[in-house]
Nanobody, 121 residues
Framework: VQLVESGGGSVQAGGSLRLSCLVS????????LTWFRQAPGKEREGIAR??????SPAYADSVKGRFTISQDDVKNVLQMNNLKPEDAAMYYC??????????????????WGQGTQVTVS
């Protein structure tokens, strides 16, 4: 299973970015896909997740109302609006084969992408 993120870049505060996560490999469904981010010197935090079939999206309080997670047949998308300097980080998508849990902890995830950098000035 491979996950490849794209769409990162540099924007001004208040701007928007659209991140994508393309999943390929021997996986029959989308059990649970979550976006994490990690800023320098900070722990990796889960910020948005979605269950198989595109249901039950959930968000961390830090991004609620600004970020939207969705998926289609090919990829998962994280739409990020009204970006703030504190949103600057490396963003990762990750899969959990056992289905979603109420919490978004990195130790619960089986597969990871390489990350895409987001910079907000």
């Amino acid at each position: 299973v491979q996950l490849v993120e794209s769409g990162g870049g540099s924007v001004q505060a208040g701007g928007s970015l659209r991140l994508s996560c393309l999943v390929s490999g021997n996986i029959r469904s989308w059990p649970c896909l979550t976006w994490f981010r990690q800023a320098p010197g900070k722990e990796r935090e889960g910020i948005a997740r979605i269950t198989a079939g595109g249901g039950s999206p959930a968000y961390a309080d830090s991004v609620k109302g600004r970020f939207t997670i969705s998926q289609d047949d090919v990829k998962n998308v994280l739409q990020m609006n009204n970006l703030k300097p504190e949103d600057a980080a490396m963003y990762y998508c990750a899969l959990r084969t056992g289905g979603c849990l109420p919490t978004m902890m990195m130790t619960d995830y089986n597969y990871w992408g390489q990350g895409t950098q987001v910079t907000v000035s």
